[in-house]
Nanobody
Framework: QVQVVESGGGSVQAGGSLRLSCTAS????????MGWFRQAPGKEREGVAI???????DYEDSVQGRFTISKDNAKNTLYLQMNSLKLEDTAMYYC???????????????????RGQGTQVTVSS
Protein backbone atom coordinates (compact mmCIF):
# COMPACT_ATOMS: atom_id res chain seq x y z
CA GLN A 1 0.00 0.00 0.00
CA VAL A 2 1.40 3.38 -1.02
CA GLN A 3 1.86 6.00 1.64
CA VAL A 4 2.95 9.61 1.15
CA VAL A 5 4.02 12.12 3.79
CA GLU A 6 4.49 15.82 3.10
CA SER A 7 6.83 18.27 4.79
CA GLY A 8 8.31 21.70 4.21
CA GLY A 9 5.36 24.02 4.52
CA GLY A 10 5.50 27.21 6.50
CA SER A 11 5.03 30.95 6.44
CA VAL A 12 6.80 33.20 4.00
CA GLN A 13 6.49 36.74 2.72
CA ALA A 14 5.25 37.42 -0.76
CA GLY A 15 8.06 37.02 -3.25
CA GLY A 16 9.77 34.40 -1.13
CA SER A 17 10.41 30.72 -1.71
CA LEU A 18 9.58 27.39 -0.11
CA ARG A 19 10.33 23.80 -1.03
CA LEU A 20 7.85 21.09 -0.21
CA SER A 21 8.89 17.47 0.07
CA CYS A 22 6.88 14.27 -0.12
CA THR A 23 8.34 10.94 0.91
CA ALA A 24 6.63 7.94 -0.63
CA SER A 25 6.72 4.26 0.15
CA UNK A 26 5.09 1.11 -1.19
CA UNK A 27 4.86 1.91 -4.90
CA UNK A 28 2.44 -0.45 -6.62
CA UNK A 29 2.30 0.78 -10.23
CA UNK A 30 5.03 0.46 -12.84
CA UNK A 31 3.60 3.50 -14.61
CA UNK A 32 2.51 6.15 -12.16
CA UNK A 33 2.17 9.83 -11.56
CA MET A 34 2.75 11.93 -8.49
CA GLY A 35 1.75 15.48 -7.95
CA TRP A 36 0.63 18.29 -5.73
CA PHE A 37 -2.75 19.82 -5.27
CA ARG A 38 -3.86 22.57 -2.91
CA GLN A 39 -6.96 23.70 -1.17
CA ALA A 40 -7.59 27.11 0.31
CA PRO A 41 -10.41 27.73 2.79
CA GLY A 42 -13.74 27.93 1.02
CA LYS A 43 -12.27 26.92 -2.32
CA GLU A 44 -12.19 23.72 -4.33
CA ARG A 45 -9.14 21.53 -4.62
CA GLU A 46 -6.81 22.69 -7.38
CA GLY A 47 -4.19 20.63 -9.12
CA VAL A 48 -0.84 22.43 -8.99
CA ALA A 49 1.71 20.17 -10.66
CA ILE A 50 2.18 16.61 -11.83
CA UNK A 51 5.13 14.44 -12.81
CA UNK A 52 4.99 11.02 -14.42
CA UNK A 53 7.24 8.08 -13.70
CA UNK A 54 9.08 8.85 -16.95
CA UNK A 55 9.55 12.52 -16.05
CA UNK A 56 6.83 14.32 -17.97
CA UNK A 57 5.43 17.35 -16.13
CA ASP A 58 2.51 19.72 -16.24
CA TYR A 59 1.59 22.79 -14.22
CA GLU A 60 -1.49 24.76 -13.42
CA ASP A 61 -1.37 28.02 -15.37
CA SER A 62 -1.02 30.33 -12.36
CA VAL A 63 2.12 28.58 -11.10
CA GLN A 64 3.79 27.97 -14.46
CA GLY A 65 7.26 29.50 -14.39
CA ARG A 66 7.23 29.92 -10.60
CA PHE A 67 6.90 26.35 -9.33
CA THR A 68 9.00 23.34 -10.28
CA ILE A 69 8.10 19.74 -9.58
CA SER A 70 10.81 17.12 -9.43
CA LYS A 71 11.51 13.72 -7.94
CA ASP A 72 14.49 11.87 -6.60
CA ASN A 73 13.88 8.21 -7.33
CA ALA A 74 16.79 7.08 -5.16
CA LYS A 75 15.22 8.80 -2.17
CA ASN A 76 11.60 8.08 -3.11
CA THR A 77 10.95 11.76 -2.64
CA LEU A 78 8.88 14.25 -4.58
CA TYR A 79 9.59 17.98 -4.41
CA LEU A 80 7.80 21.19 -5.21
CA GLN A 81 10.06 24.22 -5.41
CA MET A 82 7.91 27.32 -5.07
CA ASN A 83 9.43 30.67 -6.00
CA SER A 84 7.97 34.16 -6.27
CA LEU A 85 5.17 33.17 -3.93
CA LYS A 86 1.99 35.20 -4.00
CA LEU A 87 -0.73 35.77 -1.44
CA GLU A 88 -3.05 33.61 -3.51
CA ASP A 89 -0.71 30.64 -3.14
CA THR A 90 -1.77 30.36 0.50
CA ALA A 91 -3.37 26.94 0.97
CA MET A 92 -2.96 23.46 2.34
CA TYR A 93 -0.77 21.54 -0.08
CA TYR A 94 -1.17 17.82 -0.58
CA CYS A 95 1.01 15.23 -2.23
CA UNK A 96 -0.78 12.54 -4.23
CA UNK A 97 -0.02 9.34 -6.13
CA UNK A 98 -1.86 7.16 -8.62
CA UNK A 99 -1.33 5.15 -11.78
CA UNK A 100 -0.75 7.31 -14.85
CA UNK A 101 -4.00 8.95 -15.99
CA UNK A 102 -4.99 9.38 -19.67
CA UNK A 103 -2.90 12.55 -19.85
CA UNK A 104 -0.18 14.00 -17.66
CA UNK A 105 -2.33 16.95 -16.64
CA UNK A 106 -2.17 18.71 -13.28
CA UNK A 107 -5.95 18.82 -13.11
CA UNK A 108 -6.07 15.10 -12.42
CA UNK A 109 -4.03 15.30 -9.22
CA UNK A 110 -6.87 16.20 -6.81
CA UNK A 111 -8.57 12.95 -7.88
CA UNK A 112 -5.60 10.67 -7.22
CA UNK A 113 -6.36 7.74 -4.96
CA UNK A 114 -3.49 8.19 -2.50
CA ARG A 115 -2.85 11.50 -0.76
CA GLY A 116 -1.06 12.70 2.31
CA GLN A 117 -2.21 14.73 5.28
CA GLY A 118 -1.09 18.00 3.77
CA THR A 119 1.28 20.78 4.73
CA GLN A 120 0.23 24.40 5.20
CA VAL A 121 1.73 27.18 3.09
CA THR A 122 0.97 30.71 4.19
CA VAL A 123 2.11 33.72 2.17
CA SER A 124 1.85 37.13 3.77
CA SER A 125 2.39 40.67 2.54
Amino acid sequence: QVQVVESGGGSVQAGGSLRLSCTASGYTYSSYCMGWFRQAPGKEREGVAIISSDGRTDYEDSVQGRFTISKDNAKNTLYLQMNSLKLEDTAMYYCAYDQTPPNVWAGYVPHFATRGQGTQVTVSS
